[in-house]
């Protein structure tokens, strides 16, 4: 487990986004979309430090399966979000596609 969302992002660029850049997407859009991706891991107990604080509480607040069940409804938004912003949204702000 890579605990830092910024390492996240540092493994997951080079291993995801430019591979995919050889489908004809704007590596820059691929960046983006890996980089806020990688903030969903925060659905994980070991991936963010204000959720292991919070769950380390005792009583504990919150565990692993009620992370998982919200990751499980917020899955779906998020995916749309992210194809929205990166397909209409940063076009229209100079962000090319293609």
């Given at each position: 487990?890579?605990?830092?969302?910024?390492?996240?992002?540092?493994?997951?660029?080079?291993?995801?986004?430019?591979?995919?850049?050889g489908?004809?997407?704007?590596?820059?859009?691929?960046?983006?979309?890996?980089?806020?991706?990688?903030?969903?891991?925060?659905?994980?107990?070991?991936?963010?430090?204000?959720?292991?604080?919070?769950?380390?509480?005792?009583?504990?607040p919150?565990?692993?399966?009620?992370?998982?069940?919200?990751?499980?409804?917020?899955?779906?938004?998020?995916?749309?979000?992210?194809?929205?912003?990166?397909t209409?949204?940063?076009?229209?702000?100079?962000?090319?596609?293609?």
């Open positions: 487990m890579i605990t830092s969302r910024t390492a996240r992002a540092t493994v997951l660029i080079p291993a995801l986004a430019l591979p995919l850049a489908l004809g997407v704007d590596p820059l859009n691929l960046v983006m979309v890996v980089t806020l991706a990688s903030g969903f891991c925060q659905t994980l107990m070991v991936s963010a430090k204000p959720v292991a604080l919070f769950g380390a509480m005792d009583p504990p919150f565990g692993q399966t009620d992370l998982l069940r919200l990751a499980s409804f917020l899955i779906v938004p998020f995916i749309a979000l992210l194809l929205v912003f990166a209409l949204v940063w076009p229209l702000q100079g962000l090319p596609l293609r």
